[in-house]
């Protein structure tokens, strides 16, 4: 994912989960703020420690970059995005991981109509 669609600063992450709103299922929670600025979506990905070892933890940071990647062009573009990803993901694969997105983007209205 290019540099200009992530969210790695903390103040930023603080100022999300402070002033956006959020809404959650089993496996994601996710916290989004609008930017009228921006030309473009950014995402910020965590995955606390609780879920896994490293490898486990980037698997699941792998497959929420890559569901975003064949999203890109449906999720409105003047959001910030921050996924957080509970317990349940370990045992997900990409399919569902990005099952479960698409159900939270659209549950908030946060993809395109097509």
Known sequence: MKKIYRIKDNKEFQY?????????????????????????????????????????????????????????GCIKPTKDIIIIARHPTRQMNFHEVKKSLVHLLSKERLLLKK
Request: aromatic share 12%.
């Open 16 to 72: 999300v989960f402070k002033h956006g709103k959020s809404f959650a299922n089993r496996q994601l929670v996710l916290y989004y703020i609008e930017k009228p600025r921006q030309e473009h979506f950014r995402i910020g990905l965590s995955v606390g420690k609780k879920i896994g070892n490293a490898v486990m933890r980037n698997r699941i940071k792998r497959y929420l970059r890559q569901a975003f990647l064949e999203l890109e």
